[in-house]
C-alpha cells in the first residue's frame, strides 16, 4: 500500500463532511495516509482559534489517530530550505513550505485542492482535483 501526504485542507474537508471529500477519496482510498506535523500544528491552532470544546477536539484527535504523521528531520529542514530558495520569485507560505518539504523528504505524492500553493517546486507531485490546476 503506497502513502501519500495530504494536505491540511483534504483533512479539514474530511472533518466537515464536505462536499469535496468525496472528490478526493478515489485519490485517497486503498493508500496509507499521512500528514506532515505541520498540518496537525495548523489544525491544533485551527481547533484554539475555534474555541472547540472537549467532543471536537476529540474528533479531532481521533482523525489525526488514523493518519501518519511525518516530523521534521534534517532531510525535511533542508528540503524546507531548497523550497523556499526556488520560489523565491514567488514566495511561497512557511506553512505550506513545511509541506511541500516533507512531500519531498519523504518522496511522497501530495493530495491538495490548493495546488496553486505548491506550483514550480521542482519534483514535487500534486494531485488535486481543482478544475483550474
Given at each position: 500500500m503506497t502513502v501519500r501526504l495530504i494536505d491540511t485542507n483534504i483533512v479539514s474537508y474530511q472533518m466537515k463532511s464536505h462536499t469535496l471529500a468525496v472528490a478526493y477519496q478515489p485519490h485517497l482510498a486503498g493508500h496509507t495516509l499521512a500528514v506532515s506535523f505541520q498540518t496537525v500544528a495548523e489544525l491544533q491552532e485551527g481547533a484554539a482559534l475555534a474555541g472547540w470544546g472537549v467532543a471536537k477536539r476529540a474528533k479531532l484527535d481521533a482523525v489525526l489517530s488514523n493518519l501518519l504523521i511525518l516530523?521534521?528531520?534534517?532531510?525535511?529542514?533542508?528540503?524546507?530550505?531548497?523550497?523556499?530558495?526556488?520560489?523565491?520569485?514567488?514566495?511561497?507560505?512557511?506553512?505550506?513550505?513545511?509541506?511541500?518539504?516533507t512531500a519531498l523528504a519523504f518522496q511522497l505524492e501530495l493530495v491538495?485542492?490548493?495546488p496553486h500553493d505548491f506550483r514550480g517546486i521542482p519534483g514535487?507531485?500534486?494531485?488535486?482535483?481543482?478544475?483550474?490546476?
Open positions: 516530523h521534521s528531520d534534517d532531510d525535511v529542514c533542508r528540503k524546507w530550505a531548497e523550497v523556499r530558495v526556488v520560489r523565491r520569485g514567488q514566495p511561497i507560505g512557511v506553512a505550506d513550505a513545511w509541506i511541500a518539504a491538495t485542492h490548493n514535487l507531485v500534486v494531485i488535486t482535483e481543482l478544475k483550474t490546476a
